[in-house]
């Protein structure tokens, strides 16, 4: 098989699902991380891979593949070896269940949380004359708005509520779902842990407490997925240890605000 070449960032969740998959199923690749905070997704030269400015992509040969989702999908296609899609029509809609879920849902809404409880202050350590000027590169005006908002207000952001929604509403999902099966689309480890983990491990390292505690199902998966030598694999190697003394500090103010807001919503 040709080699697989990879862009991606540290701790975007789209990536990281992408290289959970990856190394799972123990298939080789070539990284190229970028640098969201530096808008190394805006340079011309990953422009002409993702017009978009999204991570990750898969470059494969001559194929270029965009969106997480569709790039997971594609690796199973591509390669026989340890799949992660359910063999039969019925397990592989449960499994595009939960991606849907991710995809049109969750993802949406973990912008708020990420970004106002832990992204916004590092922007903030930026002049703004620097801010400003990467902010006008964002193509898509919606996301410059919302990004610009959330720099300004953080977790008082008017997209904050909103986003809490959801989650309280995923993490009910998710515990009633793990009540009827050990894993979220049967009693096989599939594309869909690879698709909710990295979000639930936003909520960890965001520093949100009673997310554990509250979901009993959740946290007994939570477990079992970073039990499997993909996870470390999938994170260790890309985000170093000074990253995580930076999130910690911010996320000892940061998180418990968070969840005082989240437990009030789930009240």
Same mark, same amino acid.
């Given at each position: 098989?040709?080699?697989?070449?990879?862009?991606?960032?540290?701790?975007?969740? /789209?990536?990281?699902?992408?290289?959970?998959?990856?190394?799972?199923? #123990?298939?080789?690749? &070539?990284?190229?991380?970028?640098?969201?905070? %530096?808008?190394?997704?805006?340079?011309?030269?990953?422009?002409?891979?993702?017009?978009?400015?999204?991570?990750?992509?898969?470059?494969?040969?001559?194929?270029?593949?965009?969106?997480?989702?569709?790039? /997971?999908?594609?690796?199973?296609?591509?390669?026989?070896?340890?799949?992660?899609?359910?063999?039969?029509?019925?397990?592989?809609?449960?499994?595009?269940?939960?991606?849907?879920?991710?995809?049109?849902?969750?993802?949406?809404n973990t912008m708020p949380l990420l970004f106002g409880g832990? @992204?916004?202050?590092?922007?903030?350590?930026?002049?703004?004359?620097?801010? &400003?000027?990467?902010?006008? %590169?964002?193509?898509?005006?919606?996301? $410059?708005?919302?990004?610009? $908002?959330?720099?300004?207000?953080?977790?008082?952001?008017?997209?904050?509520?909103?986003?809490?929604?959801?989650?309280? %509403?995923?993490?009910?999902?998710?515990? &009633?779902?793990? @009540?009827?099966?050990?894993?979220? =689309?049967?009693?096989?480890?599939?594309?869909?842990? /690879?698709?909710?983990?990295?979000? *639930?491990? *936003? +909520? &960890?390292y965001l520093n949100v407490e009673g997310v554990f505690t509250?979901?009993?199902?959740?946290?007994?998966? +939570?477990?079992?997925? #970073?039990? $499997?030598?993909?996870?470390? =694999?999938?994170?260790?190697?890309?985000?170093?240890?000074?990253?995580?003394? +930076?999130?910690?500090?911010?996320?000892? $103010?940061?998180?418990?605000?968070?969840?005082?807001?989240?437990?009030? +919503?789930?009240?």
């Amino acid at each position: 098989m040709q080699e697989l070449s990879l862009y991606h960032a540290e701790l975007s969740p /789209c990536a990281h699902k992408v290289r959970i998959a990856l190394e799972d199923r #123990k298939i080789p690749f &070539e990284s190229h991380q970028i640098d969201l905070m %530096q808008k190394e997704n805006l340079r011309p030269d990953y422009l002409k891979l993702n017009p978009k400015g999204l991570v990750p992509t898969l470059v494969h040969g001559d194929d270029v593949v965009t969106e997480s989702t569709v790039i /997971c999908e594609y690796l199973e296609d591509v390669v026989e070896d340890r799949p992660l899609m359910p063999s039969s029509p019925s397990g592989r809609a449960r499994v595009r269940y939960w991606t849907k879920w991710v995809d049109e849902q969750l993802h949406p809404n973990t912008m708020p949380l990420l970004f106002g409880g832990l @992204a916004r202050h590092v922007w903030l350590r930026k002049s703004e004359e620097e801010r &400003e000027k990467l902010l006008r %590169q964002i193509p898509d005006p919606n996301r $410059r708005a919302r990004q610009t $908002r959330l720099i300004e207000h953080g977790l008082d952001a008017p997209d904050v509520e909103p986003a809490l929604k959801v989650w309280v %509403q995923t993490f009910g999902k998710i515990e &009633e779902q793990l @009540a009827q099966s050990e894993w979220l =689309a049967g009693n096989t480890y599939t594309l869909a842990e /690879c698709a909710l983990l990295p979000y *639930i491990f *936003i +909520m &960890e390292y965001l520093n949100v407490e009673g997310v554990f505690t509250q979901y009993a199902n959740l946290k007994n998966w +939570m477990d079992r997925c #970073k039990a $499997r030598p993909s996870f470390d =694999a999938s994170v260790k190697p890309y985000v170093p240890e000074q990253r995580w003394k +930076m999130i910690s500090a911010v996320t000892a $103010r940061t998180g418990p605000l968070i969840s005082a807001k989240l437990n009030q +919503m789930a009240a």
